[in-house]
C-alpha cells in the first residue's frame, strides 16, 4: 500500500494523517451491505442496484472501464498529478494512459486540455478530485458526452462534496468512491455508481463473480515515495468485492459521518487562521471548493523550505504528506503516458498536506494548531520553533 507521508516521519505520533479505522464487526453484513447502498444511492440519486461496493476505489474504476470494454489498447485521459494506483486500474483493464499536465497553482488540468487530449481510441475521460479542488463536471460532461466518450467522475477524495449543489460523484457515467486510508470517510473499500441501468446491470454481473475481499484495509508502508509509487502502480491489480469487515465499518462511519465532517470543517477553520496570522510559517493554503470534506489542509510552501517545514513538523509530531508525484514518474519510459509534465513536477515539489480530519483527536487538534501557530520556517538556517512569549 501506498505510504504517502513524508519523510523524515515522527518519532512520536500526536498528530497523525489518518487514524487507525474502528475495530469493526462482521456481524449481519448483508444488512450492512444493504444498508450502505441504500445510503449511497439516496445521495448520488440512483437506485441501490446501481451501486456497486467493491475492495477499493481502484477496482471501482477497474470495473467501470471494464464495463466499457476498455481494453485492445484504448485510452484513458486523465491528469497527470494522480494517485499511482489509478495506473493499476487502467492497466488492468487492458487500456493506456494519456497524461494531461496540471495548470498554474491548481492541482488539476483545465477541462478544455483533457478534452484536447481526446482521439480515436478514448475510451474515457477520468476527472479526478484532489484535496478539495473539483473539476468543472458541467463542461467535461457536455464535452464527453459530444464526443460518445465516458465520463468517470472521481469522487475518492471528496466523498459528499457538491458541484453546483450536485453531488460529486453523480456526474458523468460512472462515479469513483473511496473509503480506503486518506481519504475522508475512513472505513475501507470503495464503490462504483453507475447511472445507466443496463451498464449498472453488466457492472453487477462482473462484480459478483469476482472473490470477496477477507482482509480489510491493510497492507505494507513503503519509505521511499517515488519506489512506493512504482511498486504500486505496476503491482498486478486483483479486483475484488467489498469485505464483510469494511461493509460493517462503513455502515457505522456513515452514522456518524455528519459529525465527522462537521468537525473537520472546525478543525480546517482553525488551522487556516493559524497560517494566515503566522507570516513566519511561509505557507499559503490553496484554494478549494468549500463543499468539500477535509482529509488534508493543502498548502503551498516554496521547495527549497518544504523539507525544513515537514522536518520540523515531524520533530514535534505532526505527520504530513506531499501526497503524490507526476505519473510521467511512474510509468515505464517509451509506455503511453511517458510525457514531459512540468506543471505536474512544480506543483509535486512545492505542495505540503497537513492532516485536517474530523475524527482526530481533541488533543490531537489542539496539538497541531498550537505547533503551526508558532512555526517559523527561516530560509537561510534550519527551521525553528518559536517559543510562545
Not at 442496484?49 to 466499457?68: H, K, N
Given at each position: 500500500m501506498l505510504d504517502t507521508r513524508y519523510s523524515p516521519y515522527p518519532t512520536t505520533v500526536l498528530v497523525p494523517l489518518c487514524p487507525r479505522p474502528s475495530a469493526g464487526t462482521a456481524a449481519d453484513p448483508e444488512r450492512a451491505r444493504e444498508h450502505v447502498r441504500e445510503q449511497l444511492a439516496?445521495?448520488?440519486?440512483?437506485?441501490?442496484?446501481?451501486?456497486?461496493?467493491?475492495?477499493?476505489?481502484?477496482?471501482?474504476?477497474?470495473?467501470?472501464?471494464?464495463?466499457?470494454?476498455?481494453?485492445?489498447?484504448?485510452?484513458?485521459?486523465?491528469s497527470s498529478y494522480n494517485?499511482?494506483?489509478?495506473?493499476?486500474?487502467?492497466?488492468?483493464?487492458?487500456?493506456?494512459?494519456?497524461?494531461?499536465?496540471?495548470?498554474?497553482?491548481?492541482?488539476?488540468?483545465?477541462?478544455?486540455?483533457l478534452v484536447s487530449a481526446?482521439?480515436?481510441?478514448?475510451?474515457?475521460?477520468l476527472a479526478t478530485h484532489l484535496v478539495g479542488q473539483t473539476m468543472d463536471l458541467r463542461e467535461l460532461s457536455a464535452a464527453c458526452a459530444e464526443r460518445g466518450v465516458c465520463l468517470i467522475d472521481d469522487a475518492a477524495q471528496v466523498y459528499s462534496g457538491e458541484f453546483h449543489a450536485r453531488p460529486l460523484g453523480s456526474f458523468g457515467d460512472?462515479?469513483?468512491?473511496?473509503?480506503?486510508?486518506?481519504?475522508?470517510?475512513?472505513?475501507?473499500?470503495?464503490?462504483?455508481?453507475?447511472?445507466?441501468?443496463?451498464?449498472?446491470?453488466?457492472?453487477?454481473?462482473?462484480?459478483?463473480?469476482?472473490?470477496?475481499?477477507?482482509?480489510?484495509?491493510?497492507?505494507?508502508?513503503?519509505?521511499?515515495?517515488?519506489?512506493?509509487?512504482?511498486?504500486?502502480?505496476?503491482?498486478?491489480?486483483?479486483?475484488?468485492?467489498?469485505?464483510?469487515?469494511?461493509?460493517s465499518r462503513l455502515r457505522d462511519a456513515l452514522t456518524t459521518w455528519p459529525t465527522t465532517r462537521k468537525r473537520g470543517m472546525a478543525m480546517a477553520d482553525s488551522l487556516r487562521a493559524a497560517i494566515h496570522g503566522n507570516p513566519g510559517a511561509a505557507m499559503r493554503v490553496l484554494p478549494r471548493n468549500p463543499t468539500t470534506p477535509y482529509t488534508f489542509l493543502a498548502v503551498e510552501i516554496t521547495a527549497?523550505?518544504?523539507?525544513?517545514?515537514?522536518?520540523?513538523?515531524?520533530?514535534?509530531?505532526?505527520?504530513?504528506?506531499?501526497?503524490?508525484?507526476?505519473?510521467?514518474?511512474?510509468?515505464?519510459?517509451?509506455?503511453?503516458g511517458d510525457v514531459p509534465d512540468p506543471g505536474a513536477r512544480r506543483r509535486s515539489d512545492s505542495l505540503l498536506c497537513l492532516p485536517c480530519r474530523g475524527d482526530l483527536t481533541p488533543d490531537s487538534t489542539t496539538a497541531l494548531i498550537k505547533i503551526v501557530n508558532n512555526l517559523v520556517v527561516e530560509p537561510l538556517f534550519d527551521v525553528v520553533q518559536r517559543q510562545p512569549g
Open positions: 439516496a445521495e448520488h440519486g440512483v437506485q441501490p442496484f446501481q451501486v456497486i461496493l467493491t475492495d477499493s476505489g481502484t477496482t471501482a474504476l477497474w470495473l467501470a472501464l471494464t464495463c466499457e470494454d476498455g481494453g485492445d489498447g484504448n485510452e484513458v485521459v486523465l494517485c499511482p494506483s489509478i495506473l493499476r486500474a487502467v492497466w488492468a483493464a487492458g487500456c493506456h494512459p494519456v497524461l494531461v499536465d496540471i495548470d498554474g497553482g491548481d492541482l488539476l488540468p483545465r477541462p478544455d486540455r481526446v482521439g480515436p481510441l478514448t475510451r474515457a475521460v460512472y462515479g469513483l468512491l473511496s473509503f480506503g486510508r486518506h481519504k475522508p470517510l475512513l472505513a475501507g473499500g470503495g464503490a462504483l455508481i453507475v447511472q445507466d441501468i443496463r451498464k449498472a446491470r453488466k457492472a453487477n454481473k462482473i462484480a459478483n463473480r469476482l472473490r470477496q475481499n477477507m482482509a480489510g484495509p491493510a497492507g505494507p508502508w513503503y519509505d521511499d515515495l517515488l519506489a512506493a509509487s512504482i511498486k504500486v502502480a505496476h503491482t498486478p491489480l486483483l479486483p475484488a468485492r467489498m469485505s464483510d469487515l469494511d461493509a527549497g523550505l518544504r523539507h525544513r517545514a515537514a522536518q520540523t513538523l515531524a520533530l514535534h509530531g505532526v505527520e504530513t504528506t506531499r501526497l503524490y508525484l507526476p505519473l510521467s514518474a511512474v510509468v515505464r519510459p517509451g509506455e503511453p
